[in-house]
């Protein structure tokens, strides 16, 4: 049996505009689309449908709700996990704002650490479902006594929406999780190595896909959503639980995210996607010059751009760094510095100079 999953979403427009709203609106149509071209009658949903929290506008809700609607007719079930950008409390699973979909022909909304049986024709597969949860290790353990109770057997197969320990949720600043969490009495760390006892696992939460080891992985987003998200492909999974292989269909149509400098722009073809230009110590009158120029010529969809100093001034910063700690460390750093052609005493007169001018 194939199952088709994907994850944050985050449903929301951006910046009072109804664009973004609309990519995410086609993204889970498309997603809808995928599964109905392969045949595929379950899809699973791993959390953070919608991205406000707590209010959700009219026009968000109700575009949402038309999509899911026109696409489920009773021919397609849609299993939806609760992430955190679902909740109203992230200790009562009982409330949020995807509950309300349950009502349309074939949603199930999964708000407890628990097993699904999914069905296609004669087939029946187990499937175990984590939540958000600040608790996983005891979650856990509940998904492995619902298995037990289910009669779940050969392969086993957990879809769950929690921080795991080492994951990248920053690609462009290499930005790593670090997860922790207070577990009988110890300080227990939450890596990839609390799912051992199971054969795959996917997650929701972080948005960039990546594969923390053999068996476990994390979805992504379908879609761009933000500039921390720049440069990154997106795809949703096709599973196949008969032999554990999957299919990774990417998406090829969503607006992307640029991160460039002045000199990149000409290499990308930016009409319609979001950028930021990191510029160095511009006037305003030219920084508007630019703005002008990409908007109308470029015709970008959202264009930020960002101040960023300059790279001597990061030097400097760096310097001052180790140089205002102790004078001495200038001496020595300067003795054992590859610097023959350079005046040595001078270089250490100015950096007790900076020291004494920091200190």
Known sequence: MKVLIFSDLHIHPHKRSSERLDHCIEALDWVFRTASERKIKNIIFLGDLFHDRQKIDVLTYQKTFDVLEKNLKG???????????????YQ????????????????????????????????EFPFGFLPYTHNPIEDLKAVEKDWKAKGGKNMKVLGGHISVDGAVWN????????????????????????????????????????KLDEKVEYVGSPLQLSFGEAFQSKHVIVFDSSD?????????????????????LADHDLEGHFVRLEV???????????????MENSKVSSLEIKQIQKQEDHAIKDA??????????LEKYVEQANSENLDKDTLIKIGTEICRETA
């Open 75 to 89: 021919k397609t079930n849609l299993f939806l996990l609760l992430g955190n950008h679902d909740l109203w409390h």
């Open 244 to 264: 554990g292989n999957c299919e990774y269909i990417e998406n090829t149509f969503s607006p992307k995210h640029y991160i460039l400098k002045e000199d990149e």
């Open 320 to 329: 001052k760094a180790i140089l205002y700690k102790e004078e001495e460390m």
């Open 171 to 210: 690609v462009k600043y290499k930005t790593m999780s670090e997860v922790t969490i207070e577990h009988d009495g110890d300080m227990i760390r939450v890596g990839s190595g609390i799912f051992s006892s199971w054969d795959r696992v996917f997650l929701g939460h972080y948005h960039a896909e990546q």
């Open 280 to 294: 160095e110590d511009i006037a305003s009158r030219q920084m508007t010059e630019i703005r002008q120029s990409l």
């Open 92 to 123: 009562k699973l009982d409330v949020s704002s995807v509950n309300p979909l349950k009502s349309l022909p074939g949603v199930k909304v999964i708000n407890a650490p628990s097993v699904e049986i999914i069905r296609e024709g004669d087939e």
